[in-house]
């Protein structure tokens, strides 16, 4: 959810090649002098890159911590040319890949005579488990570890004895959703909370959105799409069906895929402009239903997009069920996050990469008692996604060592086995 593992991997490449060319030229490594002014007592938010709307991390970071005066944002990478808007102070350590005393230094030379009072982990590097350890040790501040993408259970990234050192540090453990915390609990058998993606309270609506007049052919698509695979299977499923797809993605032109806008519109996918938040309501009101392309679990997609898949529940659904109440078709597997989700609720269908199976699960949802029923179902769940005070709820939580209450654990209990990825 911080962006193509693709793309994110390439960067790391070239940052650490630019560091060593810096260290055999002679430049050092000395970080940027520290803001002359930061927020006093802070708490610390550590992140593998920018916060900002162009990934599903950032959004949900936005949508928690809406005032973040008495944040400071640390990141480990950049991966979006710096652009963030985060944090009363926002600083980036110039080598993600060094070691704990040289951590320690910059966190000193950063952070000397700041109060951290609590710090907040997003761990996806193992810089980001290594600078949230240190910055524990230092301040002596609990510590919250909030896993949205997976880098140890399904996908490889941070070893299994630094996350498990993460793990046993933290005051508290939270996961995007049921799936992750089902993974991790039953790795490493220590108590995860899930915190679900959320949606801002203003943009959600309470009382059934009705079906769109007009043509309904043509439905939504939301959100970016973590793999170049899945934008072919997308576009193969959908040609020649005589159903067609407006993709409003976060980026205006997504780097981490190939596309060709002319070619992929004949197909039936239409990119279009990203929509700003308060937009959203209005916008996916014009729809009839939605669809959300997962993986196929086959295993030919590359190890860190199919955990995207397996554990990372997407943000965009439960942003769309709470400003619409627009049905959901999964296209994947059923046993990925996605489908999983849609299933648990009922809101929808989930079919495969075929063209006659997507076709005949899209002409169920336009049924006009599926569009009823759903639309009503989705009204009723939205409230609970609504972040309002989250940032409260997570600070209380860490006092409490737990869940401060059980809102979302309620939400998405387990289940059992026979339950799961049923359609």
Sequence with gaps: ??????????????????????????????????????????????????????????????????????LISLRTSNFYDGTQRFGAAQLCLPLAQAARP??????????????????????????????????????????????????????????????????????????????????????????????????????????????????????????????????????????????ALDWYCNQKNPAALDIDREAMARDGVRLCPPIAEAELPEVLSRYAYAVVPTDTLDGHSPPAVRAIAELSLPSRIPTMIATSHIPVLVIGDPATCAARFVSRFDLGEIAPYQSDAVKAAIGRLLMPEQQKRIRARAAGLSPQFSSEASDQWIWRSMEAGQACDLRYESMMSRLPDNQLGAA
Aim: hydrophobic share 40%; proline share 8%; net charge neutral.
């Design 1 to 70: 959810m911080v962006g193509s593992p693709l793309i994110i991997a390439e960067q790391a490449r070239a940052r650490l090649q630019s560091v060593l060319t810096s260290l055999k030229d002679g430049r050092g490594l000395e970080p940027a002098k520290p803001p002359s002014r930061l927020p006093s007592p802070a708490d610390l938010v550590i992140t593998p890159c920018e916060v900002n709307e162009q990934h599903g991390t950032g959004t949900l970071l936005l949508r928690i911590f809406p005032d973040s005066r008495s």
């Design 102 to 243: 040289e951590i320690t230094s910059w966190l000193k030379w950063y952070l000397t005579g700041v109060a951290i009072r609590r710090i907040v982990c997003l761990p996806y590097l193992p810089a980001d488990v290594i600078v949230a350890l240190t910055a524990k040790a230092m301040f002596d501040a609990p510590l919250c570890t909030y896993i949205m993408d997976d880098k140890n259970v399904c996908a490889e990234g941070i070893s299994d004895d630094l996350m498990l050192e993460l793990l046993q540090q933290s005051q508290l453990r939270l996961v995007i959703g049921p799936e992750m915390r089902d993974a991790y609990e039953d790795k490493y058998k220590l108590k995860f909370w899930v915190m679900p993606p959320l949606v801002p309270n203003n943009i959600i609506r309470r009382d059934p959105v009705p079906t769109p007049a007009g043509d309904l052919r043509r439905g939504v698509l939301l959100g970016n799409i973590w793999g170049q695979r899945w934008l072919e299977l997308l576009r193969d499923t959908f040609r020649d069906t005589g159903y």
